[in-house]
């Protein structure tokens, strides 16, 4: 249940909190970095007293489920994640611009649309600049569903409609809730 709101300061550059606004924020050192957020104060959470499996298991008796994790089609990448994409999980892929996040992404949601729907999610480029990405590498994109928006709000309508079983934002800090008062890319 809501209570009244609160307003707290967020700096846009680290995310820093203060309770007053600031001309200079102590964490960075940005100026002029602090915006106003309003903040909606939870009632306290019932604390959740289940056990899921209260049995006790050696862990050289427990199963390994081999289909929790699928390969992504990139062998490196595949590597990388510990052999293959988990299943369910999130994956954060960061780096400098320009380094290939967004082609190997792309490259990744061709190989697992042969098996499974997906969605390519762009808040920094047109649907037609995905679909020159996806000619120039000469990859299968009858199966890629692809959809161009910055709206929190938008995209959860898409997901619920579209229900694919693997997503890629293209780029989570373009991402904006019109529910939270705060930019594009903030902590919240």
């Known amino acids: 249940m809501a209570k009244e709101s609160a307003i707290q300061y967020v700096c846009s550059e680290c995310g820093h909190v203060e309770s007053k606004w600031n001309g200079r924020c102590p964490e960075c050192g940005a100026w002029n970095s602090f915006a106003e957020e309003k903040v909606i104060q939870k009632a306290k959470a019932v604390k959740d007293t289940t056990v899921m499996d209260d049995s006790v298991h050696r862990l050289s008796d427990i199963p390994i489920d081999k289909a929790m994790r699928v390969s992504s089609g990139i062998d490196e990448l595949d590597r990388v994640l510990g052999g293959g994409v988990m299943r ?26 042969s098996s499974a729907s ?15 990405r996806s000619n ?19 995209l959860s309508e898409v997901i619920e409609r579209v229900k694919p079983g693997y997503i890629v934002i293209d780029s989570l800090q373009t991402l904006y809730s019109a529910s939270l008062p705060s930019m594009a890319g903030s902590p919240n």
Do not use: H
């Open 88 to 113: 369910p999980s999130s994956v954060l892929v960061g780096g400098e611009p320009g380094i290939g996040k967004s082609t190997i992404m792309i490259q990744m949601l061709s190989s697992l649309s």
């Open 118 to 132: 997906v969605l390519y999610v762009s808040g920094e480029e047109s649907p037609s600049q995905v679909r020159m």
């Open 136 to 154: 120039r590498l000469k990859l299968r994109s009858e199966s890629i569903s692809v959809f161009c928006d910055t709206r929190l709000e938008a």
